[in-house]
């Protein structure tokens, strides 16, 4: 899910499921999250958020030539980046990396056993599973 956090959208919910993308901007004919055309710091095709459930990070594309926003402090122009959140030690780090700098966890480790759940699935649309803490005949227990 994407929330607003200022402006027109503040407080505005857009859902966002797996491999869907989000444009936002001025243009009706390019963006389906659209701004006001008063608002010139924000360009027709302003950016676009997709989400890959598999790899858990939200892929953000500035199409602006002014940046884009993101995470209240940081600007980025013109190029693709991803936030990655470890499952194990639960950071964030740059997507484009593998493995955690913080951790050293692997970002697509497979589960231990057959029958335990993926590290990122989210269960309820709200928790996400990291890694097995243990398991045994009391079952399955997880970090999330």
Do not use: W
């Not at 980046?81 to 997507?95: A, W």
Request: aromatic content about 12%; overall charge negative; some cysteine.
């Amino acid at each position: 899910m994407i929330v607003g956090v200022a402006g027109a959208f503040k407080d505005a919910n857009f859902d966002i499921v797996d491999d869907e993308e989000i444009v936002l901007g001025r243009s009706a004919q390019e963006a389906n999250v659209i701004f006001g055309q008063l608002e010139t710091d924000v360009s027709r095709k302003h950016c676009s958020v997709r989400f890959d459930g598999r790899a858990n990070p939200y892929i953000v594309t500035d199409y602006s030539s002014s940046g884009t926003g993101y995470e209240r402090a940081r600007r980025y122009g013109g190029k693709e980046m991803t936030d990655r959140l470890c499952l194990s030690c639960m950071r964030k780090y740059d997507g484009q990396f593998g493995i955690c700098p913080y951790c050293g966890y692997a970002h697509n480790t497979p589960p231990e056993q057959a029958y335990h759940l993926t590290p990122g699935v989210i269960l309820q649309g709200k928790y996400i599973v990291e890694r097995v803490l243990g398991f045994g005949g009391f079952g399955v227990t997880y970090i999330g």
